[in-house]
């Protein structure tokens, strides 16, 4: 079972940047997919980026594309959301995610079911 740890996140103003980290252990990284999603206070956890682990197709939520930057260093089993122009809306806890199931990932790659393990979140708060 792999264990996933973000880190990263903090307090910036809005236009500022921030890029996050999704560290996988406990064994090498060998699952299909990487995703990022966030939740802010009171809404639904909401898809926002996601990369095949070989080959790095990339998909993104209309809401970041063009300002969110999602990457993988496959020897540093490592993951990464790199997030410019930050906006106040983007204010959310962020969490990464695995997916292992290589036949869910171009059509579910959007939807949180289709990932098999979770991190804990790390918070991202945009001021205004």
């Known amino acids: 079972q792999v264990q996933l740890v973000e880190s990263g996140g903090g307090l910036v103003q809005a236009g500022g940047s921030l890029r996050l980290s999704c560290a996988a252990s406990?064994?090498?990284?060998?699952?299909?997919?990487m995703g990022w999603f966030r939740q802010a206070p009171g809404k639904e956890r909401e898809f926002v980026a996601a990369?095949?682990?070989?080959?790095?197709?990339?998909y993104y939520a209309e809401s970041v594309k063009g300002r969110f930057t999602i990457s993988r260093d496959t020897a540093k089993n490592t993951g990464y959301l790199q997030m410019n122009s930050l906006k106040p809306e983007d204010t959310a806890v962020y969490y990464c995610?695995?997916?292992?199931?290589?036949?869910?990932?171009?059509?579910?790659?959007?939807?949180?079911?289709?990932?098999?393990?979770w991190g804990q979140g790390t918070q991202v708060t945009v001021s205004s």
């Open positions: 990369i095949r682990w070989s080959g790095g197709t990339t």
């Open positions: 406990g064994r090498t990284f060998s699952s299909y997919a």
């Open positions: 995610a695995a997916l292992d199931r290589a036949e869910l990932f171009y059509s579910n790659y959007g939807r949180r079911g289709a990932y098999d393990y």
